[in-house]
């Protein structure tokens, strides 16, 4: 009896685990239905396409990676942040990622500028017929889409990252 105990919590805890990571699987979703748009498109099928399609709908989110730890290290967001994931509180460390990610406005490549350059990029690589360079910067200004709808869903406007080019002002530092 204990041992269905604990793979019945262990299923709940993994429930629970993609309950509060739904962000980024709808950026895989996106990214899934990116390259089957494509296949349609061009009426040919390439797993290569869809891995890539798959990890370049993730890639934009890299930044807030280095953001925590790199150019947004002494930030309080990135402080607990890495608190959490230096003593393995990974419940914690994704109710955090999940209710404080918009307010993190200081990232580097989420703006509309970003978004423009790879909207440019993945229009003239449809051009030439570059079908990898295609994969890839769709899927990435997919990301970035996805990234501005859900600010006007959940903030109710655009975060204001997205309005300006490169980090924001200074942050105050946190202490520990």
Known sequence: MRRIRRSVARVKSVAWYVWHAKHEFIH?????????????????????????????SLLPDLDHVLYFFTYGRHDAYSVTVRYYLRHFQFRHLLNTWENGHKQNTN??????????????????????????????????????????LDDFVILG????????????????????
């Open 28 to 56: 895989i979703l996106l990214g899934l239905v990116w390259a089957w748009y494509l296949r349609e498109l061009w009426q040919e099928f390439n797993f290569r396409w869809i891995w890539l399609s798959v990890g370049a």
């Open 107 to 148: 990232l580097l490549s989420h703006n509309f500028f970003t978004m423009a350059v790879l909207l440019i990029f993945c229009v003239i690589s449809f051009f030439y017929e570059w079908q990898t360079a295609v994969v890839l910067f769709g899927a990435m200004f997919g990301h970035y889409a996805f990234d501005v």
């Open 157 to 176: 406007s655009v975060n204001a990252n997205w309005k300006r080019l490169g980090r924001g002002k200074k942050v105050k530092e946190a202490k520990i």
